[in-house]
């Protein structure tokens, strides 16, 4: 005897009880998933960023990609100095600097957390535009998201004043003196006696660096003595 045919009804409840299948979560951790590594150093994870203070200055970095001609070749240093006059108004500060062959180092001032992630974001994206018009090209320039760090004490933010004017005695062999590619010239904490004279720029570039307002990075980190241009970045 054929088999009798199933009714309608009867094959919508087999078809519904072949996809009621027990589901526990996405599956977990599993090796070689996330995002992938740019470069040797790890990426800045994608988390929230924590509150900030207005009187704590924040030491950024940018990390360009690799396969750009070095950000200190004069035509492409020039455009970027530029840029940092830009970035300064009543809500974000640009007080520091110091361009090397593939980062950037700044020290910075916002009045919230807002004016931080708006400051910096407006800043990474007018130094790209800044270099891909030099250069002529398209795409990325930053090869992860910036680096923040908050300084809360005087000693910290002494020690990232010398570790961003003096970054370059780090990568560049047998470098002396004062970065040409920082905002050494602009800075009025050196030693009395080796105060450098003032870089030319163009009557119409503006200063790429403004003056602190906070305590700590204008009187605070005075407390452990002015810097002389010997000093060097500490070894970690």
Same mark, same amino acid.
């Given at each position: 005897?054929?088999? *009798?045919? /199933?009714?309608?009804?009867?094959?919508?409840?087999?078809? =519904?009880? *072949?996809?009621?299948?027990?589901?526990?979560?996405?599956?977990?951790?599993? &090796?070689?998933?996330?995002?992938?590594?740019?470069?040797p150093?790890?990426? &800045?994870?994608?988390?929230?960023?924590?509150?900030?203070?207005?009187?704590?200055?924040?030491?950024?970095t940018?990390?360009?990609?690799?396969?750009?001609?070095?950000?200190?070749?004069?035509?492409?240093? /020039?455009?970027?100095?530029?840029?940092? =006059?830009?970035?300064?108004?009543?809500?974000?500060r640009?007080?520091?600097?110091?361009?090397?062959?593939?980062?950037?180092?700044?020290?910075?001032?916002? @009045?919230?957390?807002?004016?931080?992630?708006?400051?910096?974001?407006?800043?990474?994206?007018? /130094?790209?535009?800044?270099?891909?018009?030099? /250069?002529?090209?398209?795409?990325?320039?930053?090869?992860?998201?910036?680096?923040?760090?908050?300084?809360?004490?005087?000693? @910290?933010?002494?020690? =990232?004043?010398?570790?961003?004017?003096?970054?370059?005695?780090?990568?560049?062999?047998?470098a002396?003196?004062?970065?040409?590619?920082? %905002?050494?010239?602009?800075?009025?904490?050196?030693?009395?006696?080796?105060?450098?004279?003032?870089?030319?720029a163009? %009557?119409?570039?503006?200063?790429?660096?403004?003056? %602190?307002?906070?305590?700590?990075?204008?009187?605070?980190?005075?407390?452990?003595?002015?810097?002389?241009?010997?000093?060097?970045?500490?070894?970690?």
């Amino acid at each position: 005897m054929p088999p *009798q045919p /199933l009714s309608t009804q009867t094959r919508r409840r087999r078809r =519904a009880a *072949q996809v009621e299948l027990p589901l526990h979560g996405w599956g977990g951790a599993r &090796v070689g998933a996330g995002r992938k590594r740019s470069g040797p150093r790890p990426c &800045v994870p994608h988390v929230a960023r924590p509150e900030h203070q207005a009187r704590h200055p924040v030491h950024l970095t940018l990390r360009a990609v690799q396969r750009l001609p070095s950000l200190r070749k004069q035509t492409l240093f /020039l455009e970027i100095r530029r840029a940092f =006059a830009l970035c300064s108004g009543r809500l974000f500060r640009v007080v520091h600097f110091s361009v090397q062959a593939d980062h950037v180092h700044l020290l910075v001032e916002a @009045e919230d957390k807002k004016a931080l992630s708006r400051g910096a974001r407006g800043l990474a994206i007018r /130094l790209a535009r800044k270099v891909n018009g030099v /250069l002529h090209r398209r795409g990325c320039v930053w090869g992860d998201r910036y680096h923040a760090r908050p300084l809360s004490t005087p000693r @910290e933010v002494r020690h =990232a004043i010398v570790y961003v004017l003096m970054n370059w005695k780090k990568h560049v062999p047998g470098a002396q003196g004062r970065d040409p590619c920082a %905002s050494a010239a602009w800075f009025d904490g050196w030693r009395k006696a080796e105060r450098p004279r003032r870089m030319l720029a163009s %009557s119409t570039d503006p200063p790429p660096v403004v003056p %602190s307002r906070t305590w700590l990075g204008s009187m605070g980190w005075r407390r452990y003595g002015l810097i002389g241009w010997r000093e060097r970045p500490a070894r970690p």
